[in-house]
């Protein structure tokens, strides 16, 4: 997994409540053999018509917006069914980061797992931010995980809470595979004396 | 002096490679088997990660689920078109990542958990995984062997570990000998018909007891495929002689040298006198009678003797579920099990695959007619098995019964390929799983063992093979 790095980003604003993962994926596209290559699909059903023409509207489709790495929306983001496709399709378009006032269970524990971090803030200043956001591309802002810090294009900054034990995973860019190859020492231990004891395996 | 161990406590303490403070290990896997299915993802993941395959050695793929069993199928457009890319991955991952493979072009091609023995790979006191639950299966060698899903089938590719904490002993003893026409398949259905589908849960089964040391290998395969069904992290049986000489000059068993030292060692593999047992089954062998279920879990398994179950037989949560399985399989209470018309039979996948269970169907099916419209199949399990039985013969015997003769994958076990059931289409199958749509949308399954299956495919009905004998 990518480490966490100081994010400075364009923020898309959604201000929507509820957006679920059958409008960040829809089902159609759970059938791929790929974790990757999802982010064209990403919101497919606002951001294409029926003709799979993009729709100039929707906030992704707009210029000043299509390199977002940022998204600020409204409650509940993410609910709906448990597909890890949702935060694989997010993931590859390029969003690191999203803000809200309130996320689903499930979603918020697999964007950890996917390099993602969700930001939960009180309503007052998510509608701060998405004031920020609107401003379009000239307006980057930013995001300090290890400070736990977000700011705006003007300066203004809020603090947000995270697990300590998941901030250090996405500091390191450790998910369960990277911590046990932290363990790699203790691997190749034993496998040097596997070999000796076993060495027909 | 240590104190006393089961075979399973000296496999998992022979390859925990750490251990955390709350018990938390990492289990060395020592063969890792991979089919198309539940494998995409995980390379994929290894690929955005940029990791490798930490073992590519130790790592064997082989597509089975998808593939198609009727000639013609190497050309690839005979596929649907998920099916194709599906195997399409597969064959791409294992180039890239460098990993054993066996195409369907292969001859050894065949379902993963009969390749894995056949080949040699699945020895004697070894860690095996597989994105399959059926993994199961290889504990017949004595080897810890279990089903995984697709992030720790990433896992093991990336670090060949896996993150476990260990498991209750539990052991299921079978006394005795059986009796004529009683196999491994109908001790494991009646094994499971006593613990429930999920007796087994958290522990890892231990079976043994004369009955079981009696068996062949391709019978033990048999009944630790089943362990899952009992809800069983793994089952094992203790390897013996009937084991070394199955395993003995195998494509890649050790030989020479290598093979004495690894014999020295698989003979310390057994439950030490006094080892503790968590929980306990016994049965008498004797007892066994031809099984077969009635409903849509592995549970619902009785002796052919029986007739379908009333819902108010059972207990609690049991008595909707048998009324709904009754339903389901369109099924009358108090309907004698040999009244059971059935058309169509399978007879095939890891459970009984192989070539002792192809012999023992045909035994029952050699100078016999499949009843008219009745639609037969067998499906070896693999190319090599194919290829045996057409040397012994016996895939005449089979044709001139009125058998499709196919070629090996996992075909109507799971139906996903196009060897499906029509909705209300009732089968005799020798497969491992009754569940509703397993073989198809609304499809009927009845499990039993091939000789069973052949018996029913002659009469049309559920048979009691020793009334044909
Ligand atoms: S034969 Fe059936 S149970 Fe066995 S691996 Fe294939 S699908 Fe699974």
């Known amino acids: 997994m990518d480490k966490f790095e100081k994010l400075s980003g364009i923020a898309a604003p959604m201000p929507l409540i509820n957006i679920d993962t ?51 929306a409204g409650d509940n983001f993410g609910c709906g069914s448990s597909r890890e496709h949702a935060p694989w399709a997010i993931k590859d378009f390029g969003i690191k980061c999203v803000i809200a006032p309130s996320f689903a269970d499930i979603f918020f524990n697999n964007c950890f797992k996917n390099g993602i971090l969700p930001i939960v803030l009180p309503q007052e200043q998510v509608d701060v931010l998405m004031k920020d956001a609107e401003k379009g591309a000239n307006a980057r802002m930013e995001v300090d995980l290890e400070a736990q810090t977000v700011t705006t294009s003007d300066g203004e900054s809020f603090s947000f809470e995270v697990d300590p034990f998941r901030k250090h995973c996405l500091l390191e860019g450790l998910d369960d595979i990277g911590l046990t190859l932290e363990k790699g020492a203790s691997i190749d231990a034993f496998e040097s004396k596997a070999t000796q004891e076993r060495p027909w395996v | 002096m240590t104190a006393p161990k089961t075979l399973y406590d000296k496999i998992w303490d022979a390859h925990v490679a750490h251990e955390a403070e709350d018990g938390t290990c990492l289990l060395y896997i020592d063969r890792h088997l991979v089919h198309e299915v539940t494998s995409p993802q995980a390379f994929e993941g290894l690929r955005m990660a940029g990791r490798k395959v930490r073992a590519p050695e130790k790592t064997i793929a082989v597509p089975d689920h998808n593939v198609p069993t009727t000639e013609g199928r190497e050309d690839p457009s005979n ?19 460098g990993i054993h493979y066996y195409p369907v072009t292969d001859v050894r091609q065949g379902i993963v958990h009969i390749v894995g023995p056949e080949q040699g790979w699945t020895l004697p006191g070894m860690t095996v995984v597989c994105g399959d639950s059926h993994t199961a299966t290889h504990g017949a060698f004595g080897a810890l062997a279990h089903g995984i899903g697709t992030s720790e089938v990433e896992h093991v590719l990336a670090t060949q570990t896996l993150i476990q904490k260990k498991s209750k002993n539990m052991k299921v003893e079978i006394t005795g000998k059986l009796l004529p026409g009683v196999t491994a398949k109908d001790i494991v259905l009646r094994i499971i018909a006593e613990t429930g589908t ?9 079976y043994c007891g004369e009955a079981i040391r009696d068996l062949s290998m391709e019978g033990r ?23 070394f000489d199955y395993v ?84 009358t209470s108090g309907t004698p099990l040999t009244d059971i018309e059935i058309d169509t039979v399978f007879i095939g996948s890891c459970t ?42 016996l895939a005449d015997i089979f044709q001139e019964a009125g058998f499709e003769w196919r070629l090996a994958g996992c075909s109507m076990c799971l139906a996903m390929n196009p060897d499906q059931l029509k909705p209300g289409e009732r089968c005799a199958a020798t497969s491992n799983r009754n569940f509703e749509g397993r073989q198809g949308r609304g499809g009927r399954t009845h499990l039993m063992s091939p000789a069973m299956a052949a018996a029913a495919a002659i009469t049309g009905k559920i048979t009691d093979v020793r009334t044909l004998a």
């Open chain 2, 248 to 331: 003995q000059g195998r494509p890649h068993a050790p030989k020479g040298a290598q093979w004495d030292a690894a014999l020295n060692w698989w003979k310390t593999l057994f439950t030490d006198e006094g080892a503790h047992f968590d929980k306990v089954l016994v049965i008498e062998g004797e007892s066994i009678e031809p099984t077969v279920t009635w409903g849509t879990s592995p549970e619902d398994a009785l002796p052919i003797s029986a007739v379908v179950p009333s819902p108010a037989d059972f207990k609690g949560g049991k008595v909707d579920a048998a009324a709904r399985s009754i339903e389901y399989m369109g099924l």
């Open chain 2, 79 to 97: 596929m649907p078109e998920d099916s194709r890319i599906q195997v399409a991955a597969l064959d791409t991952n294992a180039k890239e990542f």
């Open chain 2, 352 to 393: 009984n695959g192989r070539i002792e269970d192809l012999r023992a169907a045909a035994e029952i099916l050699k100078g016999r007619k499949v009843k008219d419209g009745i639609r037969a199949m067998i499906v070896p399990g693999s190319g090599l098995v194919r290829a045996q039985a057409e040397e012994e013969g």
């Open chain 2, 198 to 206: 999920a007796g087994g849960t958290g522990y890892v089964i231990e």
């Open chain 1, 22 to 72: 059958d409008m960040i994926i829809p089902k159609q596209f759970l059938k791929t053999i790929k974790r990757s290559g999802l982010g064209v699909n990403l919101f497919d059903e606002m951001r294409y018509d029926s003709e799979g023409k993009e729709i100039p509207d929707f906030v992704l489709n707009k210029p000043a917006y299509r390199e977002a790495e940022i998204i600020v």
């Open chain 2, 221 to 243: 395969m048999t009944i630790c495929n089943m362990a899952i069904e009992g809800g069983a992290r793994a089952g094992l049986i203790a390897p013996d002689q009937t084991t």
